[in-house]
């Protein structure tokens, strides 16, 4: 069955609204875990603009299920990582900026930096995902830099609005996917999803995981967290 890792960011982003001490991403761990979620994902920026470095310690001494961190492919956050062990690291590109993740990394421009990055990390016992196009030059040098797993942006998909758009994108994906799993690399999908749009995707049965953040949480301002999660999971698993 296909796994849903949920994406807290956005409970630290309202805090750090008013600068204050609560919500706290990691009370949101127990309803995450509590509604059937398979997974945390947190981003800890350059600019601690949500994640803070005590949200990851804390999050990574309690949480019983996979702790994916999302980061930028630095000297400071490779440290950071090798030092706090999650589960899984996902490397992004990451400007100050930008709203969120736009787009994916350029692997081929930045190889000899991430054959570096990825092979400390590895080397540290952590799990590697690079955040990329769907874009067969860059799963072919994702492969070549040793990632373990790669995550296919969908932002362009959840952004086309006719349905010709859609496909097209939509067979991006599927394409990326197959051939990551032909170079024996896991496949993860995020960027943009809700309730709604993730369903053309479901049919693709090389992804085995799922990454959602933003619409997970905006839906939980009117059903709670633990729904929002439950509700989210119930979709991915109707593929099976």
């Known amino acids: 069955m296909s796994k849903l890792g949920v994406n807290i960011d956005h409970i630290a982003t309202l805090r ?30 350059e600019d601690r603009r949500h994640i803070k470095d005590r949200d990851l310690r804390i999050l990574r001494e309690v949480t019983k299920i996979k702790l994916n961190m999302e980061m930028a492919a630095t000297q400071e956050m490779v440290n950071i990582a090798l030092d706090v062990k999650p ?14 993740t736009e787009g994916g990394l350029d692997v081929i421009a930045l190889k000899d930096q991430l054959l570096k990055n990825v092979g400390l990390l590895k080397d540290g016992g952590i799990v590697v995902s690079l955040f990329i196009n769907a874009d067969l030059d860059q799963v072919s040098a994702s492969h070549k830099v040793g ?49 709604t749009n993730i369903q053309p995707l479901l049919d693709i049965k090389e992804i085995e995981e799922y990454n959602i953040g933003h619409s997970i949480v905006a839906r ?11 509700e989210m999971k119930e979709i991915i698993s109707r593929r099976w």
């Open 16 to 45: 750090e609204a008013r600068k204050i001490d609560y919500p706290d991403p990691v009370q949101a761990l127990t309803l995450v875990e509590l509604g059937g979620g398979d997974g945390i994902v947190v981003h800890l920026r």
């Open 87 to 100: 589960d899984q690291v996902t490397l992004v590109p990451e400007k100050r900026e930008e709203l969120t």
């Open 147 to 195: 990632a373990d797993m790669i995550e296919i942006t969908t932002g362009l998909f959840c952004e086309a609005k006719k349905e010709s758009a859609v496909e097209s994108e939509k067979e991006k994906i599927l394409n990326a996917c197959k051939f990551s799993r032909k170079l024996n690399m896991k496949v993860a999908v995020g960027h943009g999803l809700h309730y």
């Open 220 to 230: 939980a301002v009117f059903v709670g967290l633990e729904r929002a999660v439950r």
